[in-house]
């Protein structure tokens, strides 16, 4: 298979790490050919906690999918989170150089957009246009070829830690890897459960990972807001583990196969088995209490969500409603209780827009996984994505990075 035909995601949760591997067919499909899943050892909340567990995570997960896929992974592309994300909106404006807007134009309205005060300890991880105005003429996507005097850019900012990043990199690099882009990750998993239709109308994705939460709300086609908040999915398995008295190991299980958010859609009659801690026998009780345990924490969840959406310009702009993803999203109840709460219609978010392993990764758990697959395969057919985004923006930090890096390890 050739090498440009070849794209492979890596999801880097607090729970779990993922590695799919997809090919780039003739028509422009990716078709997923290998998929692994191993624990998160050495993450919590998106943030590396201990290098040496999440570089053996990283390689059982990569020597899975390979196996799967038949084929060897030179290089990635990863996902980042974590409630270091910020982001903001900017403006740049330039005169046209000729008389026709050219590549070299719109790169340079970016560049000004991006020329804004950031700490030094922050590094710029995208920069999406938003729309482009050129002589007063506003709602352009687009504007190569077209005339033109002056152009303007709005551009969505997004920011994170170097720190961060500098040891996602380090983790990657090695397990023996080279890191072709990182990605936001509720940007990723926009790609693979989001219909074009609703980011145009305006839609707030709410992706539920083990340790945090990504907000990410989209209007006329473009990511508008991102927000992170720092509770997932471990939450509700602490919370069990808590309420029931069990092992969190247990507490986990039990949420996978009997958990539900809303407790009204129980049946008062129905009871599970509970492994007790200490050596102790299993106990009986009713399911109910589980989900009453549960309950409170998801109605937290999306009752922040919805208050740092209510802050925005386009909390009454989503047409489309609310698309809840991630591994937290197989929850039983949990659309309908997050309709109560956001007063919009809901959806789960399952990953689309590909073939192949579709059984293996038709999941809400694999969003960012799929998303990083389509993400690249955007960025290695699409002129215009290119411009301004992740792959040129990295480049820099990553080059500082080879300079850091150095003397500790070797980059080829």
């Known amino acids: 298979m050739a090498k440009e035909t070849m794209v492979a995601g890596l999801d880097l949760g607090s729970t779990k790490i993922a590695a799919i591997i997809g090919e780039v067919t003739d028509d422009g499909n990716v078709k997923v050919i290998g998929v692994g899943c191993t624990p998160s050892n050495g993450l919590r909340k998106g943030i590396v906690i201990t290098l040496e567990d999440t570089v053996e995570s990283i390689r059982n997960a990569i ?13 990635v592309v990863a996902g980042i989170a974590g409630d270091h994300i910020r982001s903001m909106e900017s403006k740049g404006v330039i005169a046209v150089s000729g008389n026709e807007i050219t ?6 309205v970016i560049e000004q957009a991006k020329a804004v005060s950031i700490p030094a300890e922050r590094e710029i991880i995208h920069a999406l246009p938003q729309e482009f105005i050129v002589d007063q003429q506003r709602g352009i996507k687009d504007p190569l070829g077209m005339s033109g005097v002056r152009l303007e850019s709005t ?3 997004v920011t994170g830690a170097v720190t961060s990043a500098k040891n996602i990199y380090k983790s990657i690099e090695r397990a023996g890897l080279k890191v072709r882009d990182l990605v936001l990750q509720p940007l990723a998993s926009s790609y693979a459960v989001l219909d074009p239709e609703e980011t145009e109308l305006g839609v707030a994705l709410i992706d539920i990972g083990g340790g945090t ?11 508008k807001y ?26 986990e299980k039990i949420k996978l196969r009997y958990g539900c958010a809303m407790s009204s859609l129980v049946d008062d009659e129905e009871r599970i088995r509970v492994p007790s801690v200490g050596g102790r026998g299993e106990r009986e009780v009713p399911r109910r209490l589980l989900c009453e345990i549960m309950e409170p924490r998801v109605e937290e969840i999306f009752s922040i969500a919805e208050r740092e959406v209510r802050k925005t310009d386009y909390a009454d702009l989503l047409a489309a409603g609310v698309v809840v993803t991630g591994g937290t999203a197989n929850l039983e109840g949990l659309a309908q209780l997050a309709e109560t709460i956001f007063d919009l219609p809901v959806r789960t978010g399952i990953p689309g827009n590909i073939s192949g392993l579709t059984d293996a990764v038709r999941n809400p758990i694999h969003a960012t996984g799929v998303g990083l697959l389509l993400y690249a395969k955007k960025h290695m057919t699409d002129r215009f994505s290119k411009i301004g985004d992740g792959a040129s923006l990295w480049y820099g930090i990553w080059n500082r990075m080879k300079n850091w890096f150095s003397e500790t390890f070797l980059i080829g």
């Open 213 to 223: 939460t990504d907000i990410a709300i989209f209007h006329e086609g473009s990511l």
């Open 155 to 157: 551009v969505h900012i």
């Open 226 to 251: 991102t927000h992170v908040i720092g509770l997932g999915g471990v939450n509700l398995t602490n919370d069990i583990a808590i309420g029931l008295r069990t092992p969190r190991a247990h507490a």
């Open 63 to 75: 020597t899975e999918a390979e196996h799967m896929a038949g084929l060897k992974v030179s290089s």
């Open 103 to 108: 590549e070299l134009d719109i790169n340079r």
